[in-house]
């Protein structure tokens, strides 16, 4: 049996991978993420590495091995989906799913996620937009770029917000900024850092670069990636129909 608190390392190892120019996850920078101090994380490095998870990467550093990634992947998938199940079917506000997630994930067998993910009509993305992990362990991910990057008159279409704030995701909401929504830059001003765009339906917005890079955007989007609607019908039938 693998402790939450093995599974909390490995994704957390997982994500500041994918971060990192090196490809590897820094004892501080898990120690940031996770809330303990660096002698915690040592000491559990050695207890991963022992167990396979992890090899250790020079200068202390952690990457994770193929058991190591299985194990992420799974976790993610399970928490990605409770997050889908939350907002669609028990009308969760997408801002408040993730620490719910976080807590339900640990104790969702195999069984559980699979009939749940036939439930939900097996979607390919969460209510932020992020990618879930298939049955295999696979991520389609979709190519995307930050949207203060985007020139004026640039359309695009929101992928993804990468940002799990409540503040921020409330923020994004009013203005419309969901996983799917048709939005075009009406002004760019590098020197004031910001970036103002107008979103299908809802009034423009002004946003600083530092906002702006938390919302990714397809500047073409690809057919097979159909927008989310929030509180989506859950029935799985007609919710694959929907996806079709």
Same mark, same amino acid.
């Not at 996983?179 to 020197?191: F, L, R, S």
């Given at each position: 049996?693998?402790?939450?608190t093995v599974?909390?390392?490995i994704?957390?190892?997982y994500?500041?991978?994918r971060?990192s120019?090196?490809?590897?996850?820094?004892?501080?920078?898990?120690?940031?993420?996770?809330g303990v101090?660096?002698?915690?994380?040592? #000491?559990?490095?050695h207890?991963?590495?022992?167990?396979?998870?992890?090899? #250790?990467?020079?200068?202390?550093?952690?990457?994770?091995?193929?058991?190591?990634c299985?194990?992420a992947l799974?976790?993610?998938?399970?928490?990605?989906l409770?997050e /889908?199940?939350?907002?669609?079917?028990?009308k969760f506000?997408?801002?408040?799913?993730h620490d719910?997630?976080e807590?339900?994930?640990?104790a969702m067998?195999?069984?559980?996620?699979?009939?749940?993910?036939?439930?939900?009509?097996h979607p390919s993305?969460?209510?932020?937009?992020?990618p879930?992990?298939?049955?295999?362990g696979?991520v389609?991910?979709?190519?995307?770029?930050?949207?203060?990057?985007?020139?004026?008159?640039?359309? #695009?279409?929101?992928?993804?917000?990468n940002d799990?704030?409540?503040a921020f995701?409330?923020?994004?909401?009013?203005?419309?900024?969901?996983?799917g929504a048709a939005? /075009?830059?009406?002004?760019?001003?590098p020197?004031a850092?910001?970036v103002?765009?107008? &979103?299908?339906g809802?009034?423009?917005v002004?946003l600083?670069y530092?906002?702006a890079?938390? &919302?990714l955007?397809?500047?073409?989007?690809?057919?097979?990636a159909?927008p989310?609607?929030?509180?989506?019908?859950a029935?799985?039938?007609?919710?694959?129909?929907q996806?079709?």
């Amino acid at each position: 049996m693998i402790s939450s608190t093995v599974e909390d390392y490995i994704k957390a190892i997982y994500t500041l991978q994918r971060e990192s120019p090196t490809g590897d996850a820094s004892v501080t920078k898990l120690a940031h993420l996770l809330g303990v101090t660096n002698g915690t994380v040592t #000491a559990m490095g050695h207890k991963l590495k022992d167990a396979g998870f992890i090899r #250790a990467e020079k200068y202390g550093g952690m990457k994770l091995t193929a058991k190591g990634c299985r194990l992420a992947l799974d976790v993610i998938r399970r928490h990605r989906l409770i997050e /889908v199940f939350l907002v669609d079917v028990l009308k969760f506000d997408w801002s408040e799913v993730h620490d719910e997630a976080e807590r339900l994930e640990h104790a969702m067998s195999p069984k559980l996620m699979e009939r749940l993910d036939a439930f939900l009509g097996h979607p390919s993305i969460d209510p932020h937009g992020d990618p879930i992990p298939d049955a295999n362990g696979k991520v389609r991910e979709v190519a995307a770029v930050a949207l203060h990057t985007l020139a004026k008159g640039r359309e #695009a279409a929101v992928a993804r917000i990468n940002d799990q704030d409540p503040a921020f995701l409330a923020f994004a909401a009013r203005h419309g900024l969901r996983p799917g929504a048709a939005c /075009v830059v009406i002004e760019q001003v590098p020197e004031a850092e910001s970036v103002t765009i107008a &979103v299908a339906g809802s009034v423009p917005v002004a946003l600083s670069y530092r906002a702006a890079n938390r &919302v990714l955007v397809h500047v073409n989007p690809p057919p097979q990636a159909p927008p989310r609607t929030p509180g989506r019908e859950a029935n799985p039938a007609k919710q694959r129909s929907q996806d079709r």
